[in-house]
């Protein structure tokens, strides 16, 4: 299992329910990386999409604690405990967990990959990432050069859990 997710430089990621920033590049990439794949993400996250939709040619499996949320195009999922059994329904498809800052603090420990867009600015925000600069079990394996969209300064690292 792998995470995608974009950090300020505090590893901020939220705001009331949103994204820091939105970045095409990023977008783009993240598009990509996940289609044909499956995502991972919280029932806010969802709520968060175009149209509180599933995103187009990828699975979602929705972790949420309300047994009575529903939602269309999605595999529910009740608990962290169910969720390995839930994948193996999926084959060999790429696992990305993809929000939000609970599921993402929840699901680190089982991830082998973080794919981390930094973004060179700080900004107010409400929901953190942990610093995986700060977590010695979380290494660096690729730093890309840094990139510019619409004034927004970034990169794209790769971290990788210590064998």
């Not at 309300?66 to 839930?86: D, F, K, M, R, W």
């Not at 107010?124 to 840094?146: H, K, M, R, Y």
Request: proline share 5%.
């Amino acid at each position: 299992m792998n995470l995608m997710v974009a950090v300020d430089e505090r590893w901020g990621i939220g705001k009331d329910g949103d994204l820091l920033r939105r970045i095409s590049t990023d977008m783009k990439r993240f598009r990509a990386m996940t289609t044909g794949n499956v995502l991972i993400l919280g029932r806010k996250t969802l709520e968060s999409f175009p149209n509180k939709k599933p995103l187009p040619n990828r699975e979602h499996i929705v972790l949420t604690q309300n047994l009575g949320y529903q939602a269309e195009g999605v595999t529910l999922c009740h608990s962290i405990e169910e969720l390995p059994q839930l994948l193996k329904g999926f084959g060999d498809k790429e696992v990305f967990v993809a929000g939000g800052g609970s599921v993402y603090e929840q699901l680190l420990p089982l991830c082998e990959k973080a794919y981390v867009t930094k973004i060179h600015d700080t900004y107010p925000a409400d929901t953190f990432f942990p610093n995986l600069d700060e977590l010695p079990e979380w290494e660096i394996v690729d730093e890309g050069e840094a990139l510019e969209d619409e004034g927004i300064k970034f990169s794209f690292v790769l971290y990788q859990k210590k064998r």
